[in-house]
T-cell receptor
């Protein structure tokens, strides 16, 4: 049973460039969330996709955008890269939860993005 | 006040001891919680979830939730050096149950 897979593993970009990160959810999961984790910090929620729509969004600028495909996989796009965007980008998948039951999220190995 | 707060540590315990990791949360966080373990350079791994008041045990791990005090903890019995990692507490925001907010994590060091 494949877990959450992310690509690429590492990426080096320069300021002003654009980047696309990819994620395939765990089998049986239909919801994908993206997080940014800076060194020494907990993951920060960027946004979440379900049924190909952005359902929740954290406090990130519009330079961060995403997409979900019919097979539940997802992309995170970041435009006009800044030095401060250097971080570990994590994708987490889950089943969509309803009511008060919060479904556990399972993380991929992440993409380490370095901005020069 | 941050939504979820943890002491960054490090928490040092000898092998075989009980490690107690704590987390407090604000009114903005819904009352179900997850504990993740993160080894250095790796991604977070889900180890426990707790949805109701009280204790939940799974092997050497016990999660405790006290809704009245807005406090959640993780106990690790018979701590092993392989338990040395950062432990992250996370809960969903009241405004969106799937929007997890994390604490900064507590670093646990288990010495042989």
């Amino acid at each position: 049973d494949a877990g959450v897979t992310q690509s690429p593993t590492h990426l080096i970009k320069t300021r002003g460039q654009q980047v696309t990160l990819r994620c395939s959810p765990k089998s049986g999961h239909d919801t994908v969330s993206w997080y940014q984790q800076a060194l020494g910090q907990g993951p920060q929620f960027i946004f979440q996709y379900y049924e190909e729509e952005e359902r929740q969004r954290g406090n990130f600028p519009d330079r961060f955008s995403g997409h979900q495909f019919p097979n539940y996989s997802s992309e995170l796009n970041v435009n006009a890269l800044l030095l401060g965007d250097s971080a570990l980008y994590l994708c987490a998948s889950s089943r969509w939860g309803t009511g008060l039951v919060n479904q556990p999220q399972h993380f991929g190995d992440g993409t380490r993005l370095s901005i020069l | 006040q941050k939504e979820v707060e943890q002491n960054s540590g490090p928490l040092s315990v000898p092998e075989g001891a009980i490690a107690s990791l704590n987390c407090t949360y604000s009114d903005r966080v819904s009352q179900s919680f997850f504990w993740y373990r993160q080894y250095s350079g790796k991604s977070p791994e889900l180890i426990m979830s707790i949805y109701s008041n009280g204790d939940k045990e799974d092997g050497r791990f016990t999660a405790q939730l006290n809704k009245a005090s807005q406090y959640v903890s993780l106990l690790i019995r018979d701590s092993q050096p392989s338990d040395s990692a950062t432990y992250l507490c996370a809960g969903p925001m009241n405004t969106g149950f799937q929007k997890l907010v994390f604490g900064t994590g507590t670093r646990l060091l288990v010495s042989p």
